[in-house]
């Protein structure tokens, strides 16, 4: 297999699309507004971001082999890798395709960083909900970065009505029980790595798939499919967009008084019973347990308060400023971390998914997809989120992934103070089921 940090000696510059080369470098310049690169010649810019490479023996230098894939085009791509193939299709259930292109279709690079925004947009205009465009893109990104470009079957991805399918040649190179994990990553290209995430698109964490899955059960949808074809060496990554069916038992069908068989025993015997007034308790009963297959996810959700980057000059700079909120609240401030430091012992800490629902996970999508928002635009999100119900920290730690320490020292403290938001239990500060709430006086004024 080659490696994609390959020097191409006889592929230069004139091998690359400028077109490609220029949108790179304006987002780069977007998301990284005052890097010194930003006013680099473009054959030292390539070189400083892996897609140039210097032989340091022989003095020559050329295209590296993740350059060319992301800033060349097919037919100069194709001739180092013959396979080289990239294709989205889309059809409405039946053998024809509404929409479909390819790499080879000369309309357009036919590179993996065109092909990745041709993508995005499509996906942006198609699926009206932001955290399940953003999931979908992350499987994408991942398909990109992991694919073996020297195997056979090409790139592909396909969307169905029900389903999407990512499928690309090369196997994973971890367990595939391991991927929906916080594992690190193991890295076939880590130079195209390097490219995407210098835009903010990718981590080397390991962490994308295990967002997605957290993402689709939050939609109550069927948990993601990875299948491995060790024949064909290929990976293939199914996210269907049908909701989870559960099994219910024989005494919850007493309850029901159902004489359904065990494989029609899903959400459809709930929409039978849930206009009847006699079985709201029961319904109700039902409801809290029949997302149950969230337990096991939940015990994934670690306590982010391990972080060390927390932000104490900034609080003790609040804590100063005593006359601008009650005692109550600086009681609070000055017992928080100590509290925090008890939570991060205790069970409950981990974040309840059932609380979280859709509305809520689209509010934040913002926050998690740019992890540079200014103070407005986080504050903004944050009081959107408490218009629909009181959030706990460590619910608002994992909606805008921030720390518990970040959300707390740089925005909650200062919506206390300003009076924009108010604490649940404000004679508890340390209550174990503190939130906070949005203050309606504050609209009032």
Not at 64 to 91: D, H, K
Not at 155 to 169: C, G, R, W
Not at 350 to 358: A, F, P, R, Y
Request: aromatic share 10%; glycine share 4%.
């Amino acid at each position: 297999m080659l490696q994609d940090n390959l020097i191409l000696e006889h592929y230069g510059l004139n091998e690359l699309n400028f077109d490609t080369i220029k949108s790179y470098r304006d987002r780069f310049a977007e998301v990284k507004q005052a890097h010194p690169w930003n006013a680099l010649e473009t054959k030292e810019f390539l070189y400083k971001v892996g897609a140039w490479g210097k032989v340091r023996d022989t003095h020559k230098e050329g295209v590296t082999l993740a350059g060319l894939l992301l800033f060349s085009e097919e037919r100069i791509i194709t001739e180092v890798l013959p396979q080289y193939f990239l294709e989205y299709r889309e059809s409405k259930g039946n053998e024809e395709w509404t929409e479909r292109f390819t790499s080879q279709d000369g309309t357009w690079s036919g590179n993996i960083f065109d092909f990745y925004f041709h993508i995005h947009e499509i996906v942006r205009n198609s699926e009206p909900q932001p955290s399940i465009a953003s999931s979908l893109t992350e499987v994408l990104i991942n398909m990109l970065i992991h694919a073996d470009y020297n195997g056979e079957g090409g790139v592909i991805l396909e969307k169905q009505p029900s389903h999407y399918v990512f499928s690309n040649p090369g196997l994973l190179l971890v367990p595939t029980d391991s991927v929906f994990s916080n594992t690190v990553s193991q890295l076939r290209n880590p130079n195209i790595v390097k490219l995407f995430s210098l835009l903010g698109l990718c981590e080397r964490s390991g962490s994308g798939l295990k967002k997605v899955k957290q993402n689709w059960s939050l939609h109550h949808y069927k948990t993601p499919a990875i299948d491995q074809d060790v024949s064909m060496h290929r990976t293939v990554v199914t996210l269907s967009l049908s909701t989870q069916e559960r099994q219910v038992s024989s005494s919850e069908k007493d309850t029901y008084h159902t004489s359904a068989t065990d494989s029609g025993n899903n959400f459809k015997d709930v929409e039978k019973y849930q206009n009847t007034p006699e079985n709201n308790v029961e319904i109700d009963s039902y409801n809290k347990n029949k997302y149950s297959y969230n337990k096991g996810l939940i015990e994934e959700f670690k306590s982010y308060n391990n972080d060390v980057n927390s932000f104490n000059k900034e609080d003790n700079h609040y804590n100063n400023e005593s006359n601008l909120y009650n005692n109550d609240v600086n009681s609070y401030i000055n017992n928080h971390n100590s509290y925090n430091n008890e939570q991060e012992e205790d069970s409950s800490n981990l974040v309840n998914v059932e609380n979280i629902d859709t509305k809520l996970w689209d509010i934040a999508a913002l926050a998690r997809e740019k992890k540079r928002l200014s103070p407005n635009q986080m504050e903004h999100i944050i009081l959107e989120l408490c218009k629909e119900k009181p959030l706990m920290l460590k619910e608002f730690a994992y909606l805008l992934e921030r720390t518990p320490d970040g959300v707390r020292n740089n925005y909650l403290t200062k919506l206390l103070r300003k009076g924009q938001l108010q604490l649940k239990y404000p004679n508890q500060p340390n209550h174990p089921k503190q939130a906070y709430l949005f203050n309606k006086k504050d609209i009032e004024k």
